[in-house]
């Protein structure tokens, strides 16, 4: 299975600091695609830019989306430019894949129980992406982990000693970039609500 389809499981599954934003999880499943394509060899990290390497099917049809979409010619693209390209809109892209897997499913929200959170997607009983998810986390493997990290899931040690770091480089350099996007589009967030919070007073001011 594929780190992507594995860190949206970990997302649903296991409790994170706090809710973990979309825009977040779309750009941490876009450096999990990029991370498995570099490992297969399908891409090339040359420099800070990535290039196409030789085109191999991978039997998901999203990670071969995500291949495909690599730039072919020069300019290549950077590694944080590939993220916000091939992040936009990607958890929902995901989401509605698995649901029309069955892998996952949505609870709706009755209009008459306001108090009731909105329409909540919950992993399907007996899912294989889900076990497969579940083993690897349950193993602390390092890049799955640090990829849930940046968006605030950690995994309960227990022993309190911290889950080990990639070793590969080039694992490094992605979630590093992984983790700055994440930073830059909190920045984002926190300055349209200072905006809107300032508009808000202007038409609140006697």
Same mark, same amino acid.
């Given at each position: 299975? &594929?780190?992507?389809?594995?860190?949206?499981?970990?997302?649903?599954?296991?409790?994170?600091?706090?809710?973990?934003?979309? /825009?977040?999880? &779309?750009?941490?499943?876009?450096?999990?695609? @990029?991370?498995?394509? @570099?490992?297969?060899?399908?891409?090339?990290?040359?420099?800070?830019?990535?290039?196409?390497?030789?085109?191999? @099917?991978?039997? =998901?049809?999203?990670?071969?989306?995500?291949?495909?979409?690599?730039?072919?010619?020069?300019?290549?693209?950077?590694?944080?430019?590939?993220?916000?390209?091939?992040?936009?809109?990607? +958890?929902?892209?995901?989401? +509605?894949?698995?649901?029309?897997?069955?892998?996952?499913?949505?609870?709706?929200?009755?209009?008459?129980?306001?108090?009731?959170?909105?329409?909540?997607?919950?992993?399907? *009983?007996? &899912?294989? *992406?889900?076990? &497969?998810?579940? =083993?690897?986390?349950?193993?602390?493997?390092?890049?799955?982990?640090?990829?849930?990290?940046?968006?605030?899931?950690?995994?309960?040690?227990?022993? /309190?000693?911290?889950?080990?770091?990639?070793?590969?480089?080039? +694992?490094?350099?992605?979630?590093?970039?992984?983790? *700055?996007?994440?930073?830059? @589009?909190?920045?984002?967030?926190?300055?349209?609500?200072?905006?809107? +919070?300032?508009?808000?007073?202007?038409?609140?001011?006697?």
């Amino acid at each position: 299975m &594929s780190t992507a389809r594995d860190l949206l499981f970990v997302t649903l599954d296991v409790p994170g600091d706090h809710p973990v934003e979309q /825009g977040d999880l &779309s750009l941490a499943l876009a450096g999990a695609e @990029l991370l498995d394509l @570099l490992a297969g060899g399908a891409v090339l990290l040359i420099g800070d830019r990535l290039r196409p390497g030789p085109r191999v @099917l991978t039997g =998901d049809p999203l990670l071969d989306e995500a291949a495909a979409r690599i730039q072919g010619e020069e300019p290549y693209e950077s590694v944080e430019d590939w993220l916000w390209r091939r992040g936009r809109g990607l +958890a929902e892209g995901y989401t +509605a894949v698995l649901e029309a897997e069955g892998q996952l499913s949505t609870v709706r929200r009755h209009r008459w129980l306001p108090s009731r959170p909105v329409d909540r997607t919950t992993p399907a *009983d007996g &899912s294989a *992406d889900r076990r &497969s998810a579940a =083993d690897r986390w349950a193993a602390r493997e390092p890049v799955l982990t640090a990829l849930a990290a940046t968006l605030g899931v950690t995994p309960d040690t227990g022993d /309190g000693a911290p889950a080990a770091e990639p070793e590969d480089g080039t +694992a490094l350099t992605v979630l590093a970039a992984v983790g *700055d996007a994440v930073t830059e @589009l909190e920045g984002v967030r926190q300055r349209r609500r200072v905006e809107n +919070a300032a508009f808000d007073n202007i038409w609140r001011a006697p």
